[in-house]
Each structure stands twice: as C-alpha cells, then as structure tokens.
C-alpha cells in the first residue's frame, strides 16, 4: 500500500505529473492496482463543494478551511481509504498540506498556530497519512504565467503573487517540519525533467515495493 501525494502551488504541473505516475507505476504493479485522484472535489458529488470552495465567494477564512476539510473527509471515506485497504497504491493531486499551506499558514486570519489543532483534527477524523508527499517547486512567477498561457486563473489563482509565495514558503516548512517523507523537484524544468527526478526519487523511497525494475 502506497498513498503517494503531490503538492505545490498553482502552474507547477501537478495534474500532469500525476497521471504520467499514475501511468508509469500502472506499468509496474498493474492498472487495477493504481488510483489516481484529486482534491478539491475527487468524490462522486464532490463537484459542487469544489465549486464552491474554488467560487471565491466565501466571507469566511474559516469557513474556507472547513470546506476543504469536508471535501477531503468525503474523498477519504469514499475514495481513498477504500482503495488504500485494498491495496491499491493512490496518488493524490492535492491533500492536507494544501490545507495547511494554502488556508493556515498563508492566510493571516487563521495563522500558523492553528497548524497544530489541524493536525490534531487530522487524526481524530482518521485521515490516512501520505507515505510521500512530492512537492513540485515553482516560483510564483513563472507559475503565474504558465495559469496565463492556459487560461486557467481561477478565483485562486487570481490573488496575486505575494500570496503564492507565502504559499511556496509554507510548503518549504512544511518539509522541514516532516523529514524523509517529502520529495522536493524543480517544477520549472520541463515535463519530461520533472518527471524522471519524481521517478528517482519514489525509487530511492520506495524501492522494492514498487516492483522488480525498481532499484
Ligand atoms: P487544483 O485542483 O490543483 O487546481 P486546477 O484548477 O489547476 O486543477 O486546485 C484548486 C485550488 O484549490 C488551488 O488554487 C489550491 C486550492 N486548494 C486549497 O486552497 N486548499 C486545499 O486544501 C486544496 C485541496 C486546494
């Protein structure tokens, strides 16, 4: 059982990153046994917490966080745990870490101290802990104008520069905070680049559970 998890801001290529895994590591353990999924949203009937979550409609900070958690309690009881207990191997395009970087410590209505009692909460609710999380690391620069070229600005998207770098930062204490299970890639190279590091690193990690070609 694998629950592998990528992260990083807006515009670093997770979606794709995450279904060319989804594909290389269908390859090496079979198809029936890699699921590859996304949050916000990745739940039958998670469509409309996604939009709301995503509308940039919400008056609350905390109310914000609160959706996310519940979008990712459904996705768990659903999706995730399911696939986990039949050991299935799951890759998520997005999980807690995007809460904690995105909603707490980048947001100064909630603040860092609220990191704790999220992940507190985390483990009363029974969230299953990644066994890796893959950070692909961009500035909000060149983040930025990648959203551009594909016009794709969501309401996220849309609050400017400073807060994806708070963002990107947070993810950095985010891996220093939980040593040796985080993966960090250069997400400004090209895909292909991005791709075989991710690979290297999940063999180092992961190496005979992930079949005979692996080192
Ligand atoms: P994502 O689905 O990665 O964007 P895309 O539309 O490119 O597929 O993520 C949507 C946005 O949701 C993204 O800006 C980050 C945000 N988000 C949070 O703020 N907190 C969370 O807990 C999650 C899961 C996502």
Redesign the pocket.
């Known amino acids: 059982m694998m629950f592998i998890v990528l992260e990083g801001i807006?515009g670093g290529g997770?979606?794709t990153q995450a279904a060319r895994l989804g594909e290389w590591m269908s390859g090496l353990l079979g198809r029936d046994m890699v699921l590859v999924t996304?949050?916000?949203g990745g739940w039958p009937g998670g469509d409309a917490i996604r939009r709301l979550?995503?509308g940039g409609n919400l008056s609350s900070a905390w109310g914000e966080f609160f959706l996310?958690m519940a979008?990712?309690c459904e996705h768990v009881s659903s999706v995730i745990a399911p696939a986990l207990q039949k050991g299935v191997c799951v890759i998520c395009?997005?999980?807690t870490p995007?809460?904690l970087a995105?909603?707490v410590l980048s947001n100064p209505s909630i603040g860092s101290g609220a990191a704790d009692y999220m992940t507190g909460m985390g483990e009363a609710i029974g969230l299953p802990r990644p066994d890796c999380v893959c950070l692909l690391d961009i500035g909000a620069d060149m983040a930025r104008r990648r959203l551009v070229a594909r016009g794709?600005l969501?309401s996220?998207?849309a609050r400017g520069r400073d807060y994806f770098e708070r963002v990107r930062v947070a993810y950095d204490v985010l891996m220093k905070r939980s040593p040796g299970g985080w993966i960090k890639v250069d997400a400004s190279k090209d895909e292909n680049a991005v791709f075989e590091e991710l690979k290297r690193g999940l063999e180092r990690m992961f190496g005979t559970r992930l079949g005979g070609n692996a080192a």
Do not use: H
């Open positions: 807006d997770k979606t996304k949050e916000p979550a995503l996310f979008d990712r395009d997005r999980y995007s809460t995105y909603q794709k969501n996220f998207d």
